[in-house]
């Protein structure tokens, strides 16, 4: 399960980062994630 975790966050840092603002909302989005995984 983690390493499931682990990969769609790598797929989504990978795709989704083209500019260095980009990296900033990606690292936003897997917070929000993180957050919510830990709410469950």
């Keep these: ?3 499931l975790f ?3 966050i790598t797929a989504l ?3 989704a ?3 260095v603002s980009g990296i900033g ?3 936003q989005k897997v917070g ?3 957050q919510g995984a830990g709410g469950k």
């Design 32 to 34: 929000q994630v993180v």
């Design 17 to 19: 980062c083209n500019t």
């Design 25 to 27: 909302k990606d690292v």
């Design 1 to 3: 399960m983690k390493k």
């Design 13 to 15: 840092i990978l795709t």
């Design 6 to 8: 682990a990969l769609c």
